[in-house]
């Protein structure tokens, strides 16, 4: 019996989400008295694993596996899990395991919980806390299949050291042709360098920016930060940015520590797909703007005035 992960990456190099869903099992299995195993598709280097508790680490070297195929990676997933004697395995809330959960439950017949957050509640009966209806409530879900499958919820456990003395084994599944059938490429055109799923810190501009070219701001203060640069969705319906920085809930969910919205309203449709970012700050200069009412922080005022002298503030910091 052990607890599988699956360690997601991109371009050779494990996600922040990899070390997350690795600090949470290694919770998971020191309650259940088990191991993690983490199952890795082409990452270059898999040591990084062993800092947050991952006892083992399978490790896939298949050139047919570069670039995201949801079936064949879901049967990867499900042979590792069987080979592990998988008691849970879990799996992330990213695009790519929101596509692949569902494939990997009906291979295991397990049972499958997404959008969860935190520790299971209780081990016997199995029963995890998810989020519900665009994160405005919670539920106690029961899984009551031999193997459980749980979606986690992006920063919603965190990331915490705990060196493992981990083992490295090659792992060479079984990939069929018909595995093939559908291809889906990601292409993340992104104008920023962090991505807004991987990024601790979003800075998302709105229709109070007027237009295109008032977008160099939002650049500086994204860069400044460290963060990605993310866009309410009339912003990208008007092609002042590209859609793939449409956050909300038709757009990206985002889930950093940090969201600053510029120039938004905050409608309840963007507000559904940032809410579960930790940190919410928003600059606008109408007090009434419902945005204030869900943000931690707010400043009142124009964002002409005030990004340029935060960004001044910043880079003198
Ligand atoms: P606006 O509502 O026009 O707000 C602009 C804000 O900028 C105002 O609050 C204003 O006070 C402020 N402002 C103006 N000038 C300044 C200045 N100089 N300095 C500071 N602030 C200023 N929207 C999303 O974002 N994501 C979604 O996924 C999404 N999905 C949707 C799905 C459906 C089915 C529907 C019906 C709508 C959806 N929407 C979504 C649209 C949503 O309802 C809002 O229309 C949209 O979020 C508003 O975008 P905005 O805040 O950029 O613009």
């Known amino acids: 019996m052990s607890i599988v992960i699956y360690a997601e990456s991109a371009e050779g190099k494990f996600k922040k989400i990899a070390f997350e869903l690795a600090s949470y099992a290694k919770k998971v299995a020191e309650s259940l008295g088990t191991t993690v195993t983490a199952v890795s598709i082409n990452t270059q280097d898999v040591s990084e694993l062993s800092k947050y508790g991952v006892d083992k680490v399978l490790k896939v070297t298949n050139d047919k596996l570069v670039g995201f195929s949801a079936k064949a990676y879901a049967d990867v997933i499900q042979q590792a899990a069987r ?21 990997v439950a009906v291979a295991l017949e397990a049972g499958f919980a997404s959008n969860v957050v935190g520790l299971p509640e209780s081990y016997l009966p199995f029963q995890v806390r998810r989020t519900a209806f665009s994160n405005k409530a919670f539920n106690s879900t029961e899984i009551s299949s031999d193997i459980k499958i749980i979606g986690l919820a992006k920063n919603s456990y965190g990331i915490f050291e705990n060196t493992s003395n981990m083992a490295t084994e090659d792992f060479n599944p079984t990939v069929s042709e018909n595995d093939f059938g559908i291809k889906v490429e990601s292409v993340e055109k992104g104008s920023g360098k962090v991505s807004i799923a991987d990024a601790d810190i979003v800075v998302s501009g709105g229709r ?51 969201y600053i919205a510029v ?55």
């Open 83 to 103: 080979k592990e004697n998988a008691s849970v395995v879990v799996l992330s809330s990213t695009t790519d395991s929101i596509y692949l959960a569902p494939l």
């Open 263 to 317: 120039g938004i309203s905050g409608a309840i449709q963007h507000i559904a797909g940032i809410n579960s970012s930790k940190v919410k700050v928003v600059i606008n200069s109408d007090p009434e703007a419902p945005f204030f009412k869900v943000a931690d922080y707010g400043i009142v005022g124009d964002a002409f005035e005030v990004v340029p002298h935060l960004i001044e503030k910043l880079k003198a910091f």
């Open 208 to 258: 109070g920016l007027k237009g295109p070219e008032n977008w160099g701001m939002i650049e500086e203060l994204a860069e400044v930060l460290g963060a990605a640069t993310a866009c309410s969705k009339p912003v990208s319906d008007l092609d002042w940015r590209p859609h793939s920085e449409h956050v909300g809930q038709t757009g990206k969910p985002v889930a950093s520590n940090l």
